[in-house]
Each structure stands twice: as C-alpha cells, then as structure tokens.
C-alpha cells in the first residue's frame, strides 16, 4: 500500500514517456502489417501499368520504368470488356432489389400475421439455410435446365431472388416493430401493403442495408454458378470472363492484370465511400 | 401485442359456433389474410423450387445412375456411396485434400486475424483505415484475387521468386509442384478471408463493456490478467462462430483452386466441390456428383450441429 503512495512524479513521466514510445511502434507496426497486407493489390497495379516487354524482366521490376496505359486500352478494345460489366450489374443489382424486397415481406409476415402453418413454415426456411450452396449445383442446374433458362441471364438471377438468410434477418428485426404502430396505421385506414411499405420498411433500413451489402457482393463476385449455367462469352457477369481471359491471355500479365484491376477497383471505390455502412452492415449480419 | 390477431383466428372452443367467432374477428381480417396469401405465395413456390427442392433432386439423384443425355436412370440404391468410399481413389484424395486444407486454414487464419483484431482494438487514431486496408480483399472477387496471385507465384517471372533471391534463396514453381500446390492457393485464399475474420473479432471485442476491464483495473489486474479473464472468455461465442463459419467455408473451397491450378498438379489440389463439378459437368455422371455432394453436406451439417449443441450448452450458465 505504501509503495502506492510514494510513487515519484518522475517514474511516472518515464511512464508515460514509455506509452507513448509504446503507442508509435504499434502504429509503425501497424503500418507495415497493413501496407505489406495490400502489397498484392499494389503489385497487380504495377503489372497493370508495365509494358509486355518489361513484364517478363528477371528479376521482376518493382515499379513501371515507364507506366503506360496500353495494357488497360488493350483490354477495354479487344475484349467486351463494358458488356461483361453491364451484365454484371444487371444481375447483382436486379439479386439486390428482388431479395430486400421478398426477405422483408415475408420477414414481416412471419414476425407479424398469424396463419395455419407458420411455425413450421419458418423451420423449414431456416432448416435450409443450413445446406451449403455447392450441394444443390446439381439439381439447381437441372431445374434452371427444365425452365429453359440455360445461358440467360435470368438464370443468374431467378435462383437468387429468394433468400432464407434474408428472410430470417429481416424477421428478427421486424419482429421488434411495436404493433401499435402498424395498428394504428390500420386505423387509419391504410392497405395492408402501405402499411409494410410506408410503416415498417422505414423502421428496418440498416438491417435492409446489410442484407442489401451481401446480396450484391455475393452475386457481383459469384463464380461457380455463372461457371455453370452461362456459356455465351456475351453473357458472362465479370468474373467469369476474367477467367476466360486469363486462359486467352496466359503469361500476358500485363493483360490480365489491367482485366483483374478494372474488375477490382470500382468495387474498391464503392467500398471506400460507403465503408461505415458496409462493415456495419457486415457486422450487424455476422452477429445475426 | 400481436395478440389481437392470434387470439381470434386460433380454433378455440368457439370452434361450432362460426358465427360467433366471425364477429370477434377485428375489421380488416379478412384483407390481412388475403394480404399474406398474396405476398407470401409467390415467395414460397420460389423457396419450394430452388432452396427446398433441390435437397429432393440430390438425395434422389444420389440413388441412381443418372446422366441428362441417357434415356433411363436406373435405381442402384448404395452403389454410388460404396463405390466412392471404396473404389474411387480420387474421391477420397478430394476428401483428404478438402479436410487438410480446412484443418489447416482455420487455425491459419484464426491465429492470424485475432491478433491483428485485438491490436486494432488498442488503436485511437486511424482505425478505419487500417481497418479498410485489411477488409478490401473480402470485397474484391476471388477470381480476380486468385488471377492476382497467379503472377506473384510465377516461377520464372514471380514476386515471389523475385524476393527469394534477393535474400539468397532458391526460387521455386509454387503452383507447379504436387507438394506446393495446396498450400500456396490456400495462403491467397486466406489472405482474402482475413479481413472477414477480423471485423468480426473487433465486433465481438466491442461488445464487451468497458466496465468490466475498468472494474479489473480497480483491482489491480495488469494488462495479461485482463486479457485472460475478460477478453478471452467474453470473447467465446464470438470465437466458436468464426471457427465454424471459416470451417463450414473452407470445406466448400472451389474457386481459387479451380483459377489457380485447375486440382492439378495430377490432382495435389484437388478439393471435393471441384471434384463434383468435374465428375457432374464434365463427365456428366451426375448421380455421382450428388451421392458425393450428400456427403459433403453430411459433413458440413455435422459441424452445424456441433456448433448449436456447443452454444446451447454455453447458454445455459
């Protein structure tokens, strides 16, 4: 106890002197973790701005002794590049729309109308949130097959409209909507679909958010099923024609790493400006 | 709350006499109904057709003998199970490959996000942009990432190599060599994944009150005892939940094999979910590919339920 009191003003500056020395070598740590972290992005930059002569150096050159932008001119001239982008955006932001729609109207129906059936109809939702994704290519393949959906778009997006993660997010969260509210609308004679539309979408947007954040990058950096069910080079979301550009463009760094950067960076810059909402939303999502 | 609705529509012992009961129904039951049979409906034949009836298709598949372009797909009960078991060397190669990868990804990538998490924790300033700098390889497309580590392994042309005999060492073809192969897809795909790990690490960090490392203070706790006694513990659920994610996600690897190295060098890399696809859309046997996706979810639903069984019984106290 003594010792607790005689505690001379100088040890305690060394002290603090040392926290302080402390704090700079973590964030100088810090720093280099994260920069030798994102070394493989900047490397991909700096293939992307090489020229094909200098890609193919031993040892590889760190930076481009002189950048150009051929390899980018390259890629957006020879390949349709803009149409796999169109068609990327098209599914991922036609996934995103569908699924926050059907998620939050059946989570509203399940966390607040009674019906014959509803627990066990929301068991067998969450049951199959269990099976992963690459069980059912089989049969999913067959079913878009039988639908004659094969090589369309529509078979990108058809499968991914309904999401049982989506509908059991949405319900946790709707089901904290005190009822007064909804009926009190009722009393006012509002529709049953004003009253999800005007009272309880509002309530729910950051968990709409997050599920809106997964949708679109799940469907946006999909590989697998694309790989499956498209075979049209014209109807290729991005990263399935990255791949087929690699294997035109093998040993050609520069090239695919000019496709790799295109593909890469306005996700990047999306992320960036929205990157408060996105990691909240991630974690809201992960914490379920 | 909710009450009013579910106290009137459930059959009570006003069952027999319909006229009564329909009066006790609030105004506007009869539009609610027909509000959840219109919205719900078309969301259900979706669920039906491609969540639930695909579970159907591949445990019947898995039954039989079956190939799109043949006329008949004959019942032949266990065969496709006994015969990977038993006789498709490949098959279980893909499994032992599919396990390793797993058994030795997750402690990887557990061991290296933790610290990173907590590390992130301690910082005032400039959180979110290291923060940032960690998670944008989660958001980039694993195609692009596994085209991106492609030239870094480069035996001839790579980063890689290039570091290695600067510092004096041989290089080495990574993605060449049957011992390499595995290993070096998994370190891409791991350092995709970190960032993942991490925010979630730092959610479950900050979810633990303050009060209770001021309150271990005030008690003299130093910084290890506090790391031991709160961080860790409180830090569990969170911790079952990362491992069984990143297990159940590792067990499911295909892309970055699938860009990287195709399964070769003769099969070294060769995972379960690209096994199926090669054995179902290349080979077209499709009853196979379902017997061996039924396993695959065998295993996953396994380690599912070991988790809710684990977090039930951690609950409880």
Redesign the interface.
């Known amino acids: 106890m003594a010792d607790l009191v005689v505690v001379s003003p100088v040890s305690i500056a060394r002290k603090r002197r040392l926290q302080r020395v402390g704090t700079i070598l973590?964030?100088v740590l810090?720093g280099l973790?994260?920069?030798s972290?994102?070394l493989?992005?900047l490397?991909?930059l700096s293939?992307a701005f090489k020229t094909s002569a200098e890609?193919?150096?031993?040892?590889?050159t760190l930076l481009p002794a002189n950048p150009s932008l051929k390899a980018f001119k390259t890629v957006l001239t020879e390949a349709p590049y803009l149409t796999w982008y169109r068609n990327s955006l098209i599914v991922a932001g036609a996934v995103t729309t569908l699924t926050m729609f059907?998620s939050s109207?059946?989570g509203y129906?399940f966390a607040?109308?009674?019906?014959p059936g509803r627990g066990p109809?929301f068991i067998?939702?969450l049951s199959?949130m269990?099976?992963?994704?690459?069980?059912?290519?089989?049969?999913?393949?067959?079913?878009v097959?039988y639908l004659h959906l094969l090589n369309t778009l529509w078979a990108l997006i058809?499968?991914g409209?309904?999401s049982?993660f989506g509908i059991f997010l949405m319900r946790q969260f709707i089901a904290g909507i005190?009822?007064?509210l909804i009926?009190a609308a009722?009393i006012d004679g509002a529709?049953?679909?004003a009253i999800f539309a005007r009272v309880v979408l509002p309530l729910v947007r950051s968990p709409m958010a997050a599920l809106g954040v997964f949708a679109f990058?799940g469907s946006?950096?999909d590989?697998?099923w694309p790989?499956?069910v498209i075979n049209d080079l014209n109807k290729s979301t991005?990263?399935?024609a990255?791949?087929f550009f690699?294997s035109q463009h093998a040993q050609r760094?520069d090239l695919?790493?000019a496709?790799?950067a295109l593909?890469?960076i306005p996700?990047?810059i999306v992320?960036?400006i929205f990157?408060?909402q996105?990691?909240n939303a991630?974690?809201l999502a992960?914490?379920k | 709350m909710g009450t009013s609705v579910e106290l009137t529509t459930r059959p009570s012992a006003a069952a027999g006499f319909g006229r009564l009961r329909r009066r006790r129904r609030p105004p506007g039951h009869a539009a609610q109904m027909r509000f959840v049979a219109l919205s719900l409906t078309p969301i259900l034949i979706f669920f039906f057709v491609f969540l639930l009836l695909p579970i159907g298709i591949v445990a019947w598949l898995s039954f039989h003998r079956y190939n799109q372009l043949a006329p008949v797909s004959p019942w032949i009960g266990l065969r496709n199970y006994t015969f990977a078991f038993q006789r498709d060397p490949f098959f279980r190669n893909a499994l032992e490959n599919t396990l390793k990868y797993a058994l030795v990804a997750v402690p990887v990538n557990v061991v290296i996000s933790l610290p990173i998490a907590l590390a992130l924790n301690q910082l005032r300033w400039l959180r979110a942009l290291f923060r940032t700098a960690f998670f944008l390889p989660v958001i980039a497309s694993a195609v692009a990432v596994s085209l991106l580590w492609i030239p870094i392994y480069d035996p001839q042309y790579g980063w890689l190599n290039g570091l290695l005999g600067w510092l004096g060492f041989s290089g080495h073809a990574w993605l060449a060599d049957p011992n390499t192969a595995l290993w070096a897809v998994l370190a891409a795909a791991v350092w995709q994944d970190l960032g993942y790990n991490i925010i979630v690490f730092l959610a479950g960090l900050q979810g633990i009150p303050d009060d209770f490392y001021d309150a271990a203070k005030v008690d003299g706790a130093g910084a290890w005892h506090r790391f031991k006694d709160i961080t860790i513990p409180l830090l569990q659920r969170t911790m079952l939940f990362v491992l069984v994610l990143t297990m159940i996600s590792y067990m499911q690897e295909f892309t970055h094999i699938q860009v990287m190295t195709a399964g070769g060098p003769v099969h070294s890399s060769e995972t379960m979910v690209l096994y199926i696809y090669l054995k179902g859309f290349q080979d077209f046997s499709m009853g196979y590919a379902s017997a061996m996706s039924m396993v695959l979810m065998g295993i996953v639903l396994f380690i599912t339920m070991a988790q809710m069984w684990l977090l039930r019984s951690r609950w409880e106290y």
């Open positions: 973590l964030y810090f973790v994260a920069f972290f994102t493989p992005f490397l991909m293939s890609i193919i150096k031993i040892p590889p059907t109207l059946a129906i607040k109308f009674d019906f109809l067998l939702i199959t269990m099976v992963p994704f690459p069980v059912l290519l089989i049969p999913s393949y067959l079913i097959d058809v499968p409209m309904v049982a005190p009822n007064d009926e009722r529709s049953e679909f990058l946006w950096n590989y697998l790989l499956i991005v990263p399935l990255l791949t690699n760094y695919v790493m496709a790799a593909a890469v996700v990047i992320f960036v990157q408060r996105i990691v991630l974690m992960g914490m």
